[in-house]
């Protein structure tokens, strides 16, 4: 297990090892902010990971930095992506040159992004989006003739419970909500990558649409054996689909475990606040808390713990200095759990429960 930022980089048979990664957006000529820092974790084959915290957090901008999807002001100015490609050979993707950027995107890694129901180009079918995906990501020399891609789309299509006859011919906009997102899930299944990352891929669909979209996910990872990282802030979908969650926090990931561990043993405030402002569906009705205040601008951050002056059991010492992610429990696989909190392992703290 290495969710820590100064682990040394032991292959561990990871896909994905994160070492110490930032993530900033240039501003003005000389000027930067920092929106995700330090960030370190594991991700190995076939496992899920979700990403919660609460909107400006970085969850997003860590997705993107990690498959060097940013916007032209985004860089990513320290740290290791090291990617295991399909050959076995191990890639650090933050120095990957361009056209194997290009050929590492799609093939080994995609990403479907926030928002992206209105991804699609309006003035094109959705079999023509198909067909450009398949002809960008293929190597020079290997092009497959239209009829394969269309026949290989369908089945992609079919995967996600779609009738591929109507969804290729159709337009965009002829197209339910629920139907673009399975077709971009399609689409970036295309050419069978190792890692999916999905940002809040459900949150415009109605509560049945998204039910039957995450319970198709979680069959096709089972099938197709691909790894996860699952961006949201609806922590019932996170508990569903992850083997493991990560909580972030003004950029930084706070506390990592198994959802298990998060769910029922959290050691980090934030994360048991962020649990207990979700109403229960089983057991006794509470009336969710609230969290009182909002996360601290990126420009203005505290000193300390960014979540000392919203949390209820800071210390002293968490205003003054910043708690790293410490290992409470260490298992094999990169299922440990790890907290960034001075409380993490005081045992008033936890027999009284933080978290219900
Ligand atoms: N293009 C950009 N330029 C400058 N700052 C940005 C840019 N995009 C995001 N940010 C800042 O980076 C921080 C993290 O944003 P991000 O979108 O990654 O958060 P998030 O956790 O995905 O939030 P949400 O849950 O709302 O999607 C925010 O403070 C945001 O204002
Ligand atoms: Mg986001």
């Known amino acids: ?36 820092h330090d960030v370190s974790f594991d991700l190995h084959p076939g496992q899920s990971m979700a990403l919660v915290g609460e909107s400006g957090c970085g969850k997003t901008t860590l997705g993107l930095g990690l498959l060097r999807l940013l916007p032209r002001t985004g860089v990513v100015p320290k740290g290791e ?23 590492f995107r799609w093939n080994e890694a995609a990403m ?19 067909l450009d995906t398949f002809r960008a990501h293929e190597r020079a020399g290997r092009r497959r003739p239209r009829k394969e891609i269309i026949e290989r789309s369908a089945e992609l299509l079919e995967m996600v419970r779609l009738d591929p006859v109507r969804v290729l011919g159709s337009f965009p906009h002829e197209l339910s909500g629920g139907m673009r997102q399975r077709s971009l899930i399609a689409l970036a299944l295309a050419l069978e990558p190792q ?10 669909l109605d509560i049945l649409t998204q039910r039957s979209i995450v319970e198709r996910l979680a069959e096709l990872r089972e099938e197709l054996r691909f790894s996860m990282v699952f961006i949201t802030h609806d922590l019932g979908l996170a508990a569903e689909l992850a083997d493991r969650v990560g909580t972030m926090y003004a950029g930084r990931l706070i506390e990592t475990g198994t959802t298990r561990d998060i769910f029922y043993r959290s ?57 790293v992610l410490e ?28 978290s219900r």
């Open 1 to 36: 297990m290495n969710d820590h930022p100064t682990a040394p980089d032991t292959d561990n048979g990871a896909l994905l090892s994160v070492r110490g990664v930032d993530v900033g957006y240039r501003t003005g000529r000389r000027t930067r902010v920092t929106a995700v």
């Open 81 to 103: 992506i090291l990617f295991r490609r399909k050959d076995g050979t191990r890639v650090d993707v933050r120095t990957l040159e361009k056209e194997k950027l290009r050929r």
């Open 112 to 130: 479907v992004f926030q928002g992206a129901m209105n991804a699609f180009n309006p003035v094109l079918k959705i079999e023509e989006h198909f």
């Open 195 to 204: 890692l999916l990352i999905l940002d809040e891929p459900t949150t415009a």
């Open 267 to 323: 050691r980090h405030p934030y994360t048991s606040a962020l649990i207990n402002s979700v109403p229960p569906v089983v057991g006794d009705l509470h009336v969710p808390e609230s969290l009182p205040g909002g996360p601290p601008s990126l420009n203005a951050l505290p000193p300390g713990c960014s979540f000392a002056p919203r949390c209820a059991h800071a210390l002293d010492s968490c205003t003054a200095t910043r708690p």
């Open 327 to 354: 290992v409470l429990k260490h298992r094999d696989a990169g299922l440990s759990h790890t907290a960034a909190c001075f409380r993490s392992t005081d045992a008033a703290l936890h027999a009284e429960g933080v």
